[in-house]
């Protein structure tokens, strides 16, 4: 990818981040991509010569918006309220016609996936489990941090998926208050 990010970059990646987050990795091809921004092909690949480093590119995109737009949600915040604003984060994802979180999405492909948009993928949910475990040791929540922050991660992925899956946004937000009793309270 060109070092220096431009609209047609950002176009690209809006229009692959939205494919793929409803219809998979290997389901979106260049020409799609390139007919969704109005651009030939070579465009798409000038910027991201393989597929692979549209998918890291996309996936490091993703988890830099995420982490800014959850610093942004908790700077003054306590423990619980920053876990309630990181249960809000992921619930943004499905107020985009029904597609679950990005990551969560590459993640149930990663067996197809190719090994370096893996490691991106798993660098962002590593960084989402290390975030809320520094949280939950923070304010004293848990006995142990890193197990229930997996647990939480896994828990509303899991939420966005069924949520997703059955049309019904109901189904994330009752998921999310039942974790919010048990390990936010």
Known sequence: ??????????????????????????????????????????????????KADLGVALVKRYHERFFEALAANTASATPRQKLRAFAALYREALNNN????????????????????????????????????????DGALSDAPRDDATLIVASLQGALMLAASLDDLSVYDRA?????????A
């Open 1 to 50: 990818m060109s070092n220096a990010p431009n609209a047609t970059v950002e176009r690209i990646l809006d229009a692959a981040e939205t494919r793929i987050k409803l219809t998979g990795y290997n389901a979106v091809s260049f020409r799609e991509l390139a007919d969704a921004v109005s651009v030939k092909s070579a465009s798409v690949d000038y910027h991201f010569p393989a």
């Open 98 to 137: 029904g597609a679950i979180c990005l990551c969560g999405m590459l993640g149930a492909e990663s067996g197809g996936l190719p090994r370096p948009v893996v490691r991106a993928v798993r660098g962002f949910f590593e960084a989402n489990i290390a975030w809320i475990g520094a949280v939950l040791k």
């Open 176 to 184: 999310a208050k039942r974790i919010a009793r048990f390990a936010f």
